[in-house]
């Protein structure tokens, strides 16, 4: 059974950063794309950000040069680096598999831009 467990969103001004971690445990971590996800309220989730198994990545062009994504497979963890954070990036955040996602989703962690 996966486990994903997110971690280190928080109330951040407009500017702001924060770092996301996310841990995997249950599944064999290092070969699959994993990706960051975020749904706002009202929204539908989408995709943010994803890393493959060799370390290249992609992002959503609402977020690109802002984010980074990047993973450790020593510690079967990915992370979001978000930098000039704006309200609209105000979601919470799941990470997963970018393909064939698990249906055990996280809890996510909850990123909120405001002044």
């Known amino acids: 059974q996966v486990q994903l467990v997110e971690s280190g969103g928080g109330l951040v001004q407009p500017g702001g950063s924060l770092r996301l971690s996310c841990a995997a445990s249950g599944s064999i971590f290092s070969i699959n794309t994993m990706a960051w996800y975020r749904q706002a309220p009202g929204k539908q989730r989408e995709l943010v950000a994803s890393?493959?198994?060799?370390?290249?990545?992609n992002y959503a062009d609402s977020v690109k040069g802002r984010f980074t994504i990047s993973r450790d497979n020593a510690k079967n963890t990915v992370y979001l680096q978000m930098n000039s954070l704006k309200p609209e990036d105000t979601a919470v955040y799941y990470c997963n598999r970018r393909f064939r996602p698990y249906d055990n989703w996280g809890q996510g962690t909850q990123v909120t831009v405001s002044s």
């Open positions: 890393i493959t198994s060799g370390g290249s990545t």
